[in-house]
């Protein structure tokens, strides 16, 4: 089985066109991810945050994305 730091090794050694591809894989994966309707307008958000990914270098989204996944917190007990 492969673990996370093999498939990290394997991206290291993609070509430009391979990185580009898995990008785009990935980026219509997470596009078939169903959201769970709540109290949230999901339209309005995925319309909000696909602005703000407009706007930013793959540089700067990147290190966002880093920054969001630096810290785990633990979820409440939902008996709180």
């Known amino acids: 089985m492969m673990v996370f730091d093999d498939v990290k090794k394997a991206v ?3 070509s430009p066109e391979e990185l580009r591809r898995l990008r785009e894989y ?8 169903k ?3 709540g109290t949230v307008d999901m339209d309005s958000l995925l319309t909000a945050l696909e602005d703000i ?5 793959d ?3 990147a290190e966002i994305e880093r920054a969001m996944n630096e810290e785990y ?8």
Request: net charge negative; aromatic share 6%.
């Open 12 to 14: 290291d050694r993609f």
């Open 53 to 57: 990914r407009a706007g930013l270098s």
């Open 73 to 80: 917190i633990e979820p409440l007990d939902d008996e709180a």
């Open 26 to 33: 990935i980026e219509n994966r997470e596009q078939t991810l």
């Open 59 to 61: 540089e700067e989204f």
């Open 35 to 37: 959201l769970q309707p």
